[in-house]
C-alpha cells in the first residue's frame, strides 16, 4: 500500500509502511532462532551441570545483573553521552563513542568483580576458591581502561585536528 505525504512543498512516496523487505525478515527469523536456541541450550546446561539449590542464587544474580544493567549502567552511559554532546564541537563523535564504550566495558567487569571482592573480604573456608588479588587486578583493569580510552581519544582528536588544516 502507498501513501503520499507532504513534507514542505514535496511529496514523499512511503511505500509499504510497516513492512520488511524479504532480506531483513529473513535475518531477523535467523537472529532470534539462533537466540531462543543460545536461551535453550544455556537452560540446559544449567539444569544439568548446577546443583537444584544453588539455581536461586544464580537466578537472583542474573536478575540483578539485568537490574543494574538497565537502572544503573544504561542511564550512566545514555547521560554521560549527553554531557559530552552538549560540549559542542569541540568533542567528535568518535571520541563520545569511544568514552561510551569504555564506560560500558568497565561496568560490565565491574558487575562481575564485584561479587567476587565482596566474597573475598567476607573470605572462605578453602583459599583456593578465591586464589587471586582481586582488589589490585580490578584497580589495574580501569586503569588500563583509562589508559586505553586516553590514548585512543587523543589519536581521534588528533587525526580530527589534521583532517581540519
Request: net charge positive.
Amino acid at each position: 500500500m502507498s501513501t503520499a505525504r507532504t513534507a514542505g512543498n514535496r511529496s514523499v512516496e512511503a511505500s509499504g509502511a510497516g513492512e520488511l523487505g524479504p532480506a531483513l525478515r529473513v535475518t531477523r527469523i535467523v537472529l532470534i532462532t539462533l537466540g531462543l536456541a543460545g536461551l535453550a541450550w544455556g537452560a540446559y546446561v544449567l539444569v544439568d551441570s548446577v546443583k537444584p539449590a544453588r539455581i536461586p542464587g544464580i537466578v537472583l544474580w542474573m536478575g540483578a545483573a539485568i537490574v543494574l544493567h538497565d537502572g544503573v549502567i544504561s542511564p550512566l552511559v545514555f547521560f554521560c553521552g549527553i554531557l559530552l554532546r552538549r560540549a559542542g564541537h569541540r568533542i567528535s563523535g568518535t571520541v563520545i563513542l569511544v568514552l561510551q564504550g569504555a564506560l560500558v566495558v568497565g561496568s560490565v567487569m565491574s558487575l562481575i568483580v564485584v561479587p567476587l571482592l565482596i566474597a573475598q573480604s567476607r573470605g572462605t573456608g578453602n583459599p583456593t576458591v578465591l586464589p587471586l588479588d582481586y582488589g589490585v587486578n580490578f584497580a589495574v583493569f580501569w586503569a588500563a581502561v583509562a589508559v586505553v580510552t586516553a590514548a585512543v581519544s587523543f589519536a581521534l582528536y588528533a587525526r580530527g585536528r589534521r583532517r581540519l588544516r
